[in-house]
């Protein structure tokens, strides 16, 4: 059973039937009570950095969310900006974090050298830096959908779990012991998202 | 990062439709059947535009959008019908990841910018429909090619690149349908000139069509007739090529 919060900054319609469609279960959650019971938590995200931390905290999401990720190890896997509300902070805003992975997020930069358009929006390869269930199924053909102006830059750079291109490396997935971010979208990179999210549901805490 | 191949179905009435030139839409299917085809196909993205939708100034139809983005494992954009920045808001809710503005900023070039402040510019596109005088000289125009903004697209796509847009969507009315190829003077040109994505769209009649926008300088190819007809007649059929195909004549 995979809970996916629901809190005003993505549709989770997506997320919610593709868990399904790998023969697992999967529910919206909206309350503080809902995440403290989660077996694991999805947490989505598109948008600005402070509207996504603005809507967490009116909902009285943020304790809950830090309390089953630190200190009771439930998997909690952050999506896109899901995953950039797991680190310290960004440069596209002035709140905290989460604070569950250390790390800042920082814009894209195009230069004369290295010229890339901003936002990265595409399909990209990842490549893993360590190994993990949810990297198991990944093939030479495996691609994820990105879009995003913003990427997680880690303060201890074992927390990176795999690596993509857009001029620079940067980090595509992220991990704290169960605390695990993908800056793609798996609900929206058919097969490939589908065999992640299914992996996912077996994790456990 | 590979480009994108990107299939642009046009919704009427619920109902998929292809036109010719921006005229005589013809019906080719069901949206939610051609979105699990899609799914099949392992297709990068689809852009759906209601041209129902622009042409009577009635509402997105959010109903249907809801269930396509259900459906969809690949991510969408939609244009059409949209006036507002709540509207707007509402797509996003219901799950379309991008919304594609055209008619509307004829009257309200602004919104742009608060769609793009609200949700980020990679959420929106604009497109604008290109086409050329009888001089050779191109302009942009909305409301299905039926009004010109009396724009140089080159200047009109940095103007809403500026304003917050986050991909530019190049349509050429003269020749959509055609499948005889892109503008790719015109493609050239706008992608040049700025530097968010560009999307071609209008003439693909064939996978070097395809390989030839994207070497112009288009970050998407985006095609119609080419993935919902098959053959001389044109019969319908939703095709789409596969991986390996994909990666010889494109990538």
């Given amino acids: ?205 | 990062m590979s480009a994108r191949i990107v299939p642009v179905l046009l919704l009427s009435e619920g109902g998929l439709v292809k036109t010719v030139r921006f005229q005589k839409p013809r019906y080719v299917g069901d949206p939610i059947n051609a979105v699990r085809i899609f799914n099949d196909k392992e297709v990068d993205e689809i852009a759906f535009l209601d041209i129902g939708a622009s042409r009577v100034g009635a509402e997105p139809n959010y109903a249907l959008l809801a269930d396509i983005a259900t459906e969809a494992f690949m991510p969408f954009g939609y244009g059409g019908g949209i006036r507002s920045l709540d509207q707007i808001k509402r797509l996003f809710a219901l799950g379309v990841e991008k919304v594609i503005l055209n008619s509307v900023l004829a009257d309200d070039p602004d919104l742009v910018t608060r769609a793009a402040d609200a949700a980020g510019s990679q959420s929106v596109v604009v497109s604008m429909d290109c086409r050329s005088s009888w001089l050779g000289r191109t302009s942009a125009w909305t409301h299905g090619g039926s009004r010109s903004l009396h724009r140089n697209p080159v200047d009109y796509a940095k103007e809403m690149e500026r304003r917050g847009a986050g991909e530019i969507l190049i349509h050429s009315i003269d020749r959509d349908g055609m499948m005889q190829g892109y503008d790719l003077e015109a493609i050239n040109e706008i992608s040049s000139a700025v530097s968010v994505p560009v999307i071609a769209a209008g003439g693909a009649g064939s996978l070097a069509d395809l390989r030839s926008a994207i070497q112009a300088g288009a970050s998407a190819a985006a095609a119609g007739s080419l993935f919902v007809f098959h053959g001389r007649h044109r019969a319908v059929l939703i095709s789409y090529p596969s991986p390996e195909e994909l990666e010889s004549a494109v990538q």
């Fill in chain 1, 1 to 205: 059973m995979i809970s996916v919060l629901e809190y005003g900054s993505a549709n989770i319609g997506s997320i919610l039937n593709m868990i399904r469609r790998t023969g697992h279960e999967g529910v919206a959650v909206r309350t503080p009570e809902q995440v403290r019971a989660a077996q694991r938590l999805i947490l989505p995200g598109v948008g600005a950095f402070d509207h996504g931390m603005r809507a967490l905290a009116d909902r009285g999401l943020l304790e809950p969310i830090r309390e089953i990720a630190d200190k009771r190890g439930v998997p909690v896997l952050g999506v896109c900006l899901g995953m950039q509300l797991l680190c310290d902070g960004s440069e596209e805003g002035s709140l905290p974090g989460l604070g569950l992975i250390p790390g800042r997020c920082r814009k894209f930069q195009s230069t004369p050298q290295q010229p890339v358009r901003i936002p990265h929006m595409g399909w990209s390869t990842i490549t893993p830096r360590q190994a993990h269930p949810l990297l198991a199924d990944l093939g030479p053909r495996s691609r994820f959908y990105f879009v995003h102006s913003y990427h997680v830059v880690c303060a201890d750079p074992d927390h990176q779990l795999a690596i993509a291109e857009h001029g620079i490396t940067f980090s595509a997935m992220i991990r704290r012991e169960a605390v695990l971010g993908a800056q793609f979208h798996p609900e929206k990179s058919h097969r490939f998202g589908m065999a992640m999210l299914a992996r996912f549901a077996e994790i456990s805490a």
